[in-house]
């Protein structure tokens, strides 16, 4: 990704934004354009080595990064995460919730512990998350939450039965949480990916009949460039974006049109 790629016009100078999952994929990408457009960036997830990368990469582009080991389905760990922020950086006021994961298999297939896995991750994380961070966004007029959805909450595939019902159930939340903190200038939203080529699409990408059948079914016959996820999160935190929020917009090459 070159730096060109994460020029932005919004002008976030000023605001704290916490993005889970912030060590690779969709959430470094969505960093990385949040950075260049002003904002100081807090990247939690678990593996410190992945996220020192990503703070090194912001630092050096000009931008202010921290770090945070967290485990975004643990409780204590969550509450822990926005105690330090709070302290080091100051209150959040965008929050993404992206962290995520899949597990692929038919629906009889799963373990009650695979189920619970991927319903903590995509679903659970982001209720502790946002009661966490709401508190301080409220009496301020301004809070932006973004919530890393898919096109599998409003569609689905063969093996997508726990992701499904989990990013389903995450565009609920958006919604309810949106009524509850409308009042605030507080703006909750989701972003809908399709296809981008991340980790963990990899199992699909170095298929290459599974990599073929995808693509084919991409009316713009491409896989998402990270980049442009990171510019849509810059547009909907942005004070234009203002007039936004219990939706969600699908950024999917034309998946969901068919
Ligand atoms: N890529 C796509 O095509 C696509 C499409 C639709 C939706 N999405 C959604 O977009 C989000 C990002 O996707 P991605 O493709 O960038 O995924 P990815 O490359 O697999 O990255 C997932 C990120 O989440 C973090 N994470 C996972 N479990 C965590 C936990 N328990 N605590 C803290 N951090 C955790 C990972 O870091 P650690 O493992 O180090 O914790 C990593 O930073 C996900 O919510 C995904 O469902 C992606």
């Given at each position: 990704?070159?730096?060109?790629?994460?020029?932005?016009?919004?002008?976030?100078?000023?605001?704290?934004?916490?993005?889970?999952?912030?060590?690779?994929g969709?959430?470094?990408?969505?960093?990385?354009?949040?950075?260049?457009?002003?904002?100081?960036?807090?990247?939690?997830?678990?593996?410190?080595?992945k996220?020192?990368?990503?703070?090194a990469?912001?630092?050096?582009?000009?931008?202010?990064?921290?770090?945070?080991?967290?485990?975004?389905?643990?409780?204590?760990?969550?509450?822990?995460?926005?105690?330090?922020?709070?302290?080091?950086?100051?209150?959040?006021?965008?929050?993404?919730?992206?962290?995520?994961?899949?597990?692929?298999?038919?629906?009889?297939?799963?373990?009650?512990?695979?189920?619970?896995?991927?319903?903590?991750?995509?679903?659970?994380?982001?209720?502790?998350?946002?009661?966490?961070?709401?508190?301080?966004?409220k009496?301020?007029?301004?809070?932006?939450?973004?919530?890393?959805?898919?096109?599998?909450?409003?569609?689905s595939?063969?093996?997508?039965?726990?992701?499904?019902?989990?990013?389903?159930?995450?565009?609920?939340?958006?919604?309810?949480?949106?009524?509850?903190?409308?009042?605030?200038?507080i703006?909750?939203?989701?972003?809908?990916?399709?296809?981008?080529?991340?980790?963990?699409?990899?199992?699909?990408?170095?298929?290459?009949?599974?990599?073929?059948?995808f693509?084919?079914?991409?009316?713009?016959?491409?896989?998402?460039?990270?980049?442009?996820?990171?510019?849509?999160?810059?547009?909907?935190?942005?004070?234009?974006?203002?007039?936004?929020?219990?939706?969600?917009?699908?950024?999917?090459?034309?998946?969901?049109?068919?």
């Amino acid at each position: 990704m070159d730096s060109m790629a994460n020029q932005t016009s919004t002008n976030l100078t000023g605001k704290v934004a916490l993005i889970t999952g912030g060590s690779r994929g969709l959430g470094r990408a969505m960093a990385l354009s949040l950075s260049a457009a002003g904002a100081t960036i807090a990247l939690a997830a678990r593996d410190a080595e992945k996220l020192n990368s990503v703070k090194a990469e912001i630092e050096a582009a000009g931008g202010k990064a921290a770090a945070y080991v967290a485990d975004v389905v643990d409780e204590a760990s969550v509450e822990k995460l926005q105690k330090d922020i709070t302290a080091e950086l100051g209150a959040v006021q965008i929050l993404i919730n992206n962290a995520g994961m899949n597990i692929r298999k038919n629906l009889t297939e799963f373990t009650l512990d695979e189920w619970n896995r991927v319903l903590d991750t995509n679903l659970t994380s982001v209720f502790l998350l946002c009661r966490a961070f709401v508190p301080a966004m409220k009496g301020t007029g301004y809070g932006r939450i973004l919530n890393m959805t898919s096109i599998m909450s409003h569609v689905s595939l063969p093996g997508r039965a726990a992701y499904s019902s989990s990013k389903a159930a995450l565009l609920g939340l958006t919604r309810a949480l949106a009524l509850e903190v409308a009042d605030q200038g507080i703006t909750v939203n989701g972003i809908s990916p399709g296809p981008f080529g991340t980790e963990m699409n990899t199992p699909l990408m170095q298929n290459p009949e599974l990599n073929a059948q995808f693509v084919a079914n991409i009316p713009l016959g491409r896989w998402g460039k990270v980049e442009e996820i990171g510019a849509l999160a810059c547009y909907l935190c942005s004070e234009d974006a203002g007039f936004i929020t219990g939706t969600d917009i699908l950024i999917d090459g034309g998946w969901t049109a068919k």
